[in-house]
């Protein structure tokens, strides 16, 4: 080759057309994806508890999809009873779909896990709870006071067995009550209308057999 | 000790001019041993060789042109692999250790990991490869390095990005994307406008290019700095939500790898082998196959990340068939540079450039090949989501892009400084702890990966049991990420002692002093004369 703008054009051409056809083509599509009715936006505190959740890099080990069941085994294991579809995901900006299952999904952690006080002892020790566990703790979303520095209004968790700090009160900081909110807000099991079932539409005649959001009867959370 | 045999001439006009050109004009083992302040001795070299003293002298010029960017480069990205190798460990060993260090906010895993990454990322990976091109280019269209100062200020501009977008990323900042972490406001505009400034003295050296044809290798560097730009803004632009920023996500992420990483280490690999070699690259038609198919296909591969994930089914397969059609490009490539290398393995022994190129394109080949495989829906339920996917980066990272990397500052070092690494043994360890590195690393995750995703899939197992059978892979890797990350000290220590010092008179390159099969007979008389006035060189 002897063509510089031979080689930058097509270069160029390569990779518009992978934008066009992976990024923009979708975007247009994907603008008629509505939110399902019972999916509410985050609230403020659910807001930051997700940027918590982004700062701490909880997306490194957690994915937040249920996959197809027919080739894989996230509905069996409890992780949702259908398939995510787009519109569980108009509100989330940026995606945390995430890449890795170091540890387990959480996408409908809020519904498998909805006990707040649970939540907060296993992140400040996820190890009190499940000695398996390799998830690091997170004891600096914590203050560990005195007892008689416990104020009234202060969320105290009461650690069991002997991992809990001697002589300490835990006491979450409001980071660790917002990432705790986040996490309970996770709930993605309800039925999607047909209107947002934009995926299947979308797939066209490739779909074949990857509809895993046919079990709309399943009555909202 | 054998006698010195002649290195076969190249053959003629088969294929590349310029590569013809380039690797006929220089004896390698000459080249591996002249740095800017020998060039008496590198006329007399030519002389003996009866070439044409002309392009060395060009190819003198474009060394020194670049000298001063490309040395910045090499010293920022020497010392982003020793911090991104630690903290690289310490995620590791907080996966089989999970409370160390978990008191700081700063130390935990998730921030610790994403540092690693975007450390040796665009610290490292990314200005070595920047160092890399700067000194390439001028010597391939030639013409000086035009603008070497905006090139250097650029380089110091993007450091300045990184530091604050890696201290951003410890202290809690984070755009949240996988590989576009640090903060699209107060970090990643540094990037751009340092890269831009790169590009410029770049492009604008292209522009003033002597060299009527391009080699293979500008093809692949100068497409790169033209992709990497426009995904960089793409991925960081703040407008996407939902699947679809899941969909620009990997769309940039793959391509970072692909249309960054590999498309300048894929060049670098196509400069260096024939050059060190003094044989011409196999087949011209088939680095114009490799390019093109490379450009059209690796583009779309991205969204085999979210295999079974959220998004249009067609986006998904689209990806799926672009990785396997990757076999393609890959096969050429690596027929390509294989079958340049063939037959000469034992110059393997002589040259530290040789053996990390060559290492590092057999891992283009390897990952490029895993990778296509793990994009089949059949393989991917096993291995995505496991730790497979972080072993498959690190052949492809490591292996490919970092040995790659480590072959071309060992040759170019030497040219910029004017003096051979002072000693052969640190290379050797270098060499031999990274190799035995990565190896551990790759085998125990990918090992740890399998058994992880195989628990997974099975419905009667309970989590727990996909976390407790990767204990000892984990731990394997660890082990394999120390040695590595002793291997970068050894680097950087002798790095900073080629920097610094000055080669002891009479010294010898290393790996050539064994059995120099590489040498004329009137070559190494020169080289032999040389020596005994090393002592005197500036």
């Known amino acids: ?188 099991n309800g039925a999607v209308p047909a209107s947002a079932m934009a995926r299947e539409r979308m797939a066209g005649p490739l779909a074949g057999g990857m509809n895993g959001h046919d079990d709309g009867a399943r009555p909202a959370p | 000790m054998t006698a010195p045999r002649h290195a076969p001439e190249p053959q003629r006009s088969r294929t590349v001019p310029e590569a013809r050109r380039e690797s006929a004009t220089v004896p390698p083992v000459v080249d591996q041993i002249a740095g800017v302040a020998q060039v008496q001795t590198v006329r007399g070299i030519a002389e003996a060789r009866e070439l044409a003293p002309k392009d060395l002298e060009i190819r003198l010029q474009a060394d020194a042109s670049s000298r001063l960017p490309v040395l910045v480069c090499y010293s920022a990205a020497a010392v982003w692999l020793i911090v991104g190798s630690l903290f690289g460990e310490l995620a590791s060993l907080k996966l089989h250790w999970p409370d160390l260090l978990t008191r700081e906010g700063w130390l935990t895993f998730g921030r610790i990991r994403t540092a690693h990454l975007n450390a040796v990322n665009y610290g490292w990976g990314s200005l070595a490869m920047i160092g890399t091109s700067l000194w390439l280019m001028p010597r391939l269209v030639h013409a000086e390095l035009r603008r070497p100062r905006l090139a250097a200020m650029g380089a110091v501009l993007w450091n300045i990005g990184l530091l604050l977008g890696v201290g951003g990323i410890l202290v809690g900042v984070s755009d949240g994307m996988e590989w576009l972490e640090m903060s699209r406001w107060f970090a990643d505009p540094w990037l751009v406008v340092g890269g831009g400034m790169i590009g410029v003295a770049l492009f604008s050296t292209v522009a003033a290019r002597k060299a009527e044809h391009l080699y293979v290798s500008v093809w692949y560097i100068m497409s790169a700095f033209l992709w990497f730009p426009m995904l960089f803004i793409l991925g960081n632009w703040p407008t996407w939500s939902g699947v679809e920023s899941g969909a620009v996500n990997w769309l940039f992420a793959h391509n970072v790898l692909g249309f960054w990483l590999t498309a300048v280490s894929v060049g670098v690999a196509y400069y260096f082998i024939p050059k060190v070699l003094g044989r011409p690259i196999y087949s011209y038609q088939l680095s114009i196959l490799g390019f093109w198919t490379f450009a059209f296909f690796y583009a779309l591969n991205g969204m085999h990340h979210l295999v079974g994930g959220p998004l249009p089914t067609w986006m998904i397969t689209t990806s799926v068939t672009a990785s396997v059609l990757m076999f393609i490009p890959v096969v050429a490539t690596a027929i390509n540079l294989h079958m340049t290398v063939v037959g000469r393995f034992g110059a393997l022994r002589y040259s530290p450039t040789l053996r990390f190129v060559v290492l590092g394109a057999m891992g283009y080949t390897a990952v490029s090949l895993q990778g296509s495989f793990t994009a089949l829906r059949e393989v991917n339920r096993i291995t995505h989501f496991t730790h497979w996917t972080i072993a498959h980066s690190h052949v492809g990272v490591y292996g490919f892009v970092t040995f790659i990397m480590f072959g071309a500052m060992y040759y170019v070092v030497p040219r910029l400084v004017g003096h051979e690494w002072p000693s052969a043994a640190l290379i050797r360890w270098h060499f031999g702890l990274v190799v035995a590195g990565i190896a551990i690393y790759v085998v125990a995750l990918t090992w740890a990966g399998v058994a992880q995703g195989l628990a997974l899939l099975d419905p009667g197992l309970p989590f727990q049991a996909s976390v407790e059978r990767t204990r000892y892979g984990l731990m394997g890797r660890s082990l394999g990420g120390l040695l590595m990350t002793a291997g970068h000290v050894v680097f950087a220590w002798h790095f900073w002692l080629m920097l610094r010092g000055r080669q002891p008179a009479g010294a010898r390159p290393p790996f050539h002093e064994a059995r120099p099969i590489l040498y004329t007979e009137a070559a190494a008389d020169v080289v032999a004369t040389s020596r005994s006035h090393a002592g005197s060189a500036p």
């Not at chain 1, 979708?26 to 509410?40: D, G, I, S």
């Not at chain 1, 995430?98 to 409908?108: A, E, M, Q």
């Not at chain 1, 105290?156 to 309970?184: F, S, W």
């Open chain 1, 1 to 188: 080759m002897t063509r510089v703008w031979l080689l930058l054009g097509g270069a160029f051409a390569a990779l518009s057309f992978a934008i066009v056809l992976l990024v923009l083509v979708p975007r247009a599509m994907l603008t008629r994806v509505e939110a399902p009715p019972w999916l509410e936006p985050y609230t403020a505190s659910e807001l930051q508890g997700r940027e918590v959740y982004i700062a701490n890099g909880c997306v490194y080990c957690h994915s937040q999809q249920v996959r197809d069941p027919a080739f894989t085994s996230d509905v069996e294991r409890g992780w949702g009873s259908r398939a995510t579809v787009p519109a569980d995901y108009v509100y989330d900006r940026p995606n945390l779909l995430g890449t890795s299952r170091t540890g387990p999904d959480l996408i409908n952690v809020g519904q498998r896990l909805p006990d707040p006080n649970w939540q907060l002892i296993h992140l400040y020790d996820p190890r009190a709870l499940n000695a398996w566990s390799i998830m690091p703790g997170f004891p600096f979303l914590f203050e560990e006071k005195a007892p008689d520095a416990v104020r009234p209004g202060d969320r105290v968790v009461v650690i069991p067995g002997p991992r809990a700090p001697r002589g300490r009160v835990v006491v979450a900081k409001p980071e660790a009550l917002a990432l705790t909110n986040y996490l309970l807000s996770l709930k993605r």
